[in-house]
T-cell receptor
């Protein structure tokens, strides 16, 4: 059973068309939920860390929120340069490594 | 450069050969992670180190895979008797201490192709 599930697998938006990406998780004792951006041919790049339900983080056109079972990455008025794969990861208990989801491939069309 | 450096960037080998992939983390970063990423998938954890101590190797697929970080800096991931199913992008990441903040710095990866 996947511990981290991201949806949709792929999303195509027109420039300026706001939307949200979802990350749901099944682990208990969450010690952090993390969002990364990955451009083609590159390694993932850190965006946000969320620790507790109700927490929100923002960076430019991106806002990440967290509930007890899922996180959303809201993209407001996206631009073509926001096109990338967005990865969600979780960490639970002690000193455990990050467990990544499969990602959502976002394409923003001008 | 100031980022995580991996070499080789591309490696093509024949089935049955051994390969060694190298990772040079960001200076001062205590923790070093190895992940494997298949096309269209998220990174899959293999192993990690704090300083020279291997903390968790639960993600290594089998005993053909091993990793070391003898001086607490550069790390080598070794795959013995390679098989076609080992073909993937191998990514190294480092962080200051542990993964508490979740801020891992990834290298550009080593793409392994086993013929």
């Amino acid at each position: 059973e996947d511990q981290v599930t991201q949806s949709p697998e792929a999303l195509r938006l027109q420039e300026g068309e706001s939307s949200s990406l979802n990350c749901s998780y099944t682990v208990s004792g969450l010690r952090g939920l993390f969002w990364y951006r990955q451009d083609p041919g590159k390694g993932p790049e850190f965006l946000f860390t969320l620790y507790s339900a109700g927490e929100e983080k923002e960076k430019e056109r991106l806002k990440a929120t967290l509930t007890k079972k899922e996180s959303f990455l809201h993209i407001t008025a996206p631009k073509p340069e926001d096109s990338a794969t967005y990865l969600c990861a979780v960490r639970w208990g002690g000193n455990t490594p990050l467990v990544f989801g499969k990602g959502t491939r976002l394409s923003v069309i001008a | 450069g100031a980022g995580v450096s991996q070499s080789p960037r591309y490696k093509v080998t024949k089935r049955g050969q051994d390969v060694a992939l190298r990772c040079d983390p960001i200076s001062g970063h205590v923790s070093l992670y190895w992940y494997r990423q298949a096309l269209g998938q998220g990174p899959e954890f293999l192993t990690y180190f704090n300083y020279e101590a291997q903390q968790d190797k639960s993600g290594l697929p089998n005993d053909r895979f091993s990793a070391e970080r003898p001086e607490g800096s550069i790390s080598t991931l070794t795959i013995q008797r390679t098989e076609q199913r080992d073909s993937a992008m191998y990514r190294c990441a480092s962080s200051l201490v542990g993964s508490g903040t979740g801020e891992l710095f990834f290298g550009e990866g080593s793409r392994l192709t086993v013929l």
